[in-house]
């Protein structure tokens, strides 16, 4: 990740000093998609792009059980992927690249573009070109006669707007290109001519096309023209549907439309004056993307993953495989030689990590609702599931999970537990109250206390006779030494949300966010009846977690990843060092010698080494001006500015358009010196092109953003 973090110290000052606590990289969990955005089929191996997951490799040979078999993570957003013998040719982001997959298991990258785009949306591979369609700018063409140095040599350029795909046929290309559809001539390759263009209603999102008609896909249906004359286009037919079509295809007199929102439509077009819907198959998690192959039709589902149908029969397609992977992990925890992570709405997985390099997934399983936070204790783990409540698995054998017990908490919802001595802790963080369940019996779970006074609980620690919860107004402090009866005993800072809370000693450590910026404070629980704050540590940015291993605390922020504090000295503490993990950091949990890191894509294991202590010296405030790349970008409604500021000054952030119109005020006013972050919210915009300024008196910047939607 690409980000700027600040930290700002309350009295007494923080002692910054270089790093003396090194994070080294042991191994990952790394089979986490990024949704699925399109498909493209190649005998028995099916190819997804799966946005910064780069392109995920299954074996569909079993079509009822797909199988992912390999992948080649992106160093840009993959969009779309073309496969021509063993190479694949991909749209990454700013860049075209060339990957290796003759070993389908291994692919290795041999090539990229010398340029870089805006946007790579789309990609077609035809004889020994390839033909990349750019978001905003237009279509480029390569010679791949040398695959590792894909070379350049054609180019058109289109008006202003957002391309969303390309279709190649003989020697034109139709692409779809904002608020219409251009046919391209691409005879020569160097000097591709714009010969024809249609008009559409809404954004031209794709096109198919079948000798002389194209069907062109919009938000308004699907336009069936006759091509015979790409220069004269004229419309024969027009289908209509209820949301927006993303992705069509045509075989036959079938005609496949993924629309928005969540399904199939297929339409026979044998009459293309008078089309027939035949069938409509829902599916869920934005279907983006579909790929014909005979009587299978392969949907890629952006929130969901690959689905397989059998569409033998057009007039009843049924679903008959499925491939799901988990987009982010939220949480992890630790046993023995065992990572247990809890994965949303894809349930739990548990990874054998004896040997941390290469961590071996050994148990998989899909709970029934939304899987928060898991807790292993001896041969039992303990789900907070969402409105599913509390779920007990027997991990026995971690290869064969099964469930043995629940509880319900409904209409209640079980967002984080804790479990000490047969009793697991249920907070909600939508309702309020702690739930205390007795769990001697695992297969008959039974609710034996509840405190009503904690509001919305975000965390829970116990330990000896109490619970420390962080919740939506303050640290409660619960007695629950008579855990039929529990106690709010005390409650620090009721005015402050509070998201994680960690214990070590006498010494608690809880996250805290508010509308300007979060952090951590550290309290002194000594007397768990009347808390004391010692310090706080001001972090730019929402989304805090922490974990402690004795005096060491790891605080690890959403956006702008892990910091690791010695706080031996409560009242003096010492920086050590930092993590950029590869994406957004969600939980975080350590033994001591490691950190293990539920993410974003990957649920990340590193090393710690403690090194010698270093000489100290103050965090310093930039030496000059600068407004930093935006990140990310492309973006998809959010993305993030940072700056830097020598002194302070009076200044404005603004976003323009490409009329050079202001679209949005981030900010306005006196800024002061040091490191900032803030957020550009592109949800009230339209999918385009904007330009970021900071203007002050001193100093003036742009960066362009392209907002994607």
């Known amino acids: 990740m690409r980000r700027l973090f600040i930290f700002l110290s309350i009295i007494p000052a923080l002692v910054w000093g270089q790093d003396s606590l090194t994070f080294t990289h042991l191994g990952s969990i790394s089979d986490y998609w990024d949704g699925a955005k399109s498909v493209v089929v190649d005998g028995n191996l099916a190819y997804v792009a799966s946005s910064s997951a780069g392109i995920r490799i299954v074996d569909i040979s079993d079509l009822e059980h797909p199988s992912e078999i390999g992948y080649w993570n992106s160093t840009g957003s993959t969009s779309s992927i073309s496969i021509s013998g063993n190479l694949a040719f991909i749209a990454d982001g700013n860049r075209l690249q060339v990957v290796d997959v003759s070993d389908p298991t291994s692919p290795i990258p041999i090539g990229e573009s010398a340029n870089s785009y805006n946007y790579a949306v789309d990609v077609v591979s035809s004889n020994n070109y390839v033909y990349l369609a750019e978001s905003g700018n237009g279509l480029h063409v390569f010679d791949v006669t040398n695959p590792a140095l894909p070379l350049e040599v054609g180019l058109i350029r289109m ?88 992705s069509v295809k045509i075989v036959g007199s079938s005609l496949y439309v993924c629309a928005i929102p969540d399904c199939v439509i297929i339409f026979d077009v044998l009459d293309s004056s008078n089309p027939e819907q035949l069938a409509q198959l829902e599916i869920p998690g934005r279907a983006s993307d579909i790929f014909i192959l005979d009587t299978i039709a392969f949907v890629a589902a952006a929130d969901s993953g690959l689905h397989v149908l059998d569409v033998s029969t057009p007039s009843s397609p049924s679903e008959i495989g499925y491939l799901s992977r988990p987009e982010t992990a939220r949480s992890v ?18 990874a054998d990590a004896e040997l941390p390099g290469s961590p071996t997934i050994v148990g998989v399983y899909d709970t029934p609702g939304g899987a928060h936070q898991i807790v292993p204790a001896g041969n039992y783990a303990f789900v907070a599931d969402g409105v599913a409540g509390l779920r007990v698995l027997d991990i026995t054998e971690p290869s064969t999970i099964s469930e043995i ?44 206390g509840f405190c009503s006074d904690p509001w919305q609980i975000n965390s829970i620690v116990v330990a000896d006779s109490y619970a420390y919860l962080a919740c939506y107004r303050g640290v409660s402090i619960v007695d629950v030494s008579d855990p039929s009866a529990p106690v709010q005993i005390s409650v620090l800072s009721p005015e402050t949300l509070f998201s994680s809370i960690c214990l070590s000693g006498t010494r608690a450590y809880a996250t805290f966010e508010n509308s300007e910026l979060s952090g951590m404070t550290i309290i002194d629980v000594s007397n768990p009846a009347e808390p004391q704050a010692v310090r706080q540590i001001w972090a730019d940015y929402y989304g805090n977690t922490c974990t402690a291993s004795g005096d060491i605390v790891f605080l690890a922020n959403v956006m702008f990843g892990i910091r690791a504090f010695d ?23 350590t033994d001591g010698d490691r950190l293990y890191v539920a993410g974003h894509l990957y649920t990340g294991i590193y090393g710690l080494e403690l090194l010698s202590a270093t000489p100290e010296h103050h965090n ?23 700056f830097d500021l020598p002194r302070e000054v009076t200044g404005r952030l603004v976003v323009y358009d490409v009329l050079g119109r202001e679209a949005n005020i981030l900010y306005n006013g006196r800024l002061t010196s040091g490191s900032h972050s803030m957020q550009f919210n592109g949800n009230n915009l339209s999918t385009g092109v904007y330009f970021v300024k900071l203007e002050t008196p001193d100093f003036n910047a742009v960066q362009k953003a392209i907002l994607l939607k």
């Open 405 to 448: 017990g629940s509880f319900e908490t409904a209409p209640d919802n079980a967002h984080c537990i804790a479990y000490s001595d047969s009793l697991v802790f249920i907070g909600d963080n939508y309702e309020d109250g702690l739930r205390i369940v007795d769990v001697s019996n695992p297969q008959s779970p039974v609710e034996i």
């Open 567 to 589: 706080f031996s000295n409560p009242n003096n503490g010492t920086y050590l060092g930092f993590l950029d993990p590869p994406e957004f950091a969600y939980g975080i949990a």
């Open 620 to 642: 310093e405030i930039p030496t000059q001006f600068s407004l930093h790349p935006i990140y990310p970008n492309p973006f998809n409604n959010t993305a993030n500015i940072s």
């Open 159 to 246: 008006p202003h707007g957002t391309c969303y795909g390309l279709t190649i046929e003989d020697s034109l290309v139709f692409l779809a290109y904002s608020d219409h559809m251009s046919v391209i001539d691409v005879s020569d390759p160097i000097s591709p001519i714009e010969i024809g263009s249609w008009p559409t209603a809404g954004n031209c999102r794709d096109v198919a096309v079948l000798g002389s008609k194209a069907f062109v896909a919009d938000c308004s249906g699907i336009v069936i023209l006759d091509i015979t004359d790409p220069g004269n286009m004229s419309e024969i037919g027009r289908c209509s549907i209820s949301g927006c079509a993303n």
């Open 333 to 350: 925890s630790l046993s023995d030689q065992y990572i247990f992570v809890a994965e949303g709405l894809h349930g739990i997985r548990i």
